[in-house]
């Protein structure tokens, strides 16, 4: 499976973003994976940022971006998005997506599969 994201930048705070995540493989199901975002900055740990299930009908969100980000599936093209609204300066880091197949959610870093290889997103003035 490969997890390829992308649609980062640089951005001046407030304003919107949104990330996207196609995934690929040859015996790969998008539907058969719950997916999620995750964010890491240097030196610190990667976080959780939102996650959904399946079919889409269920999502969650970490606090820090609830309100503000949006996560979505289009099965149609095995992608899984990220609408980052009201970007802020502490949102900068690295974002990476990932793929899960046991859990019908997952938020835990540890109980994702596979991830993609992160895009840089930079909220400055």
């Known amino acids: 499976v490969q997890l390829q994201a992308s649609g980062g930048g640089l951005v001046q705070p407030g304003s919107s973003l949104t990330l996207s995540c196609t995934a690929s493989?040859?015996?790969?199901?998008?539907?058969?994976?719950?997916m999620g975002w995750f964010r890491q900055v240097p030196g610190k740990e990667r976080e959780f940022v939102a996650a959904i299930n399946r079919i889409g009908g269920s999502t969650i969100y970490a606090d820090s971006v609830k309100g503000r980000f949006t996560i979505s599936r289009a099965s149609t093209k095995n992608t899984v998005y990220l609408q980052m609204d009201n970007l802020q300066p502490a949102d900068t880091a690295v974002y990476y997506c990932?793929?899960?197949?046991?859990?019908?959610?997952?938020?835990?870093?540890?109980?994702?599969?596979?991830w993609g290889q992160g895009t840089q997103v930079t909220v400055s003035s």
């Open positions: 493989g040859g015996d790969f199901t998008f539907t058969d994976y719950s």
């Open positions: 990932a793929a899960e197949r046991i859990l019908p959610i997952a938020t835990r870093e540890r109980e994702y599969d596979y």
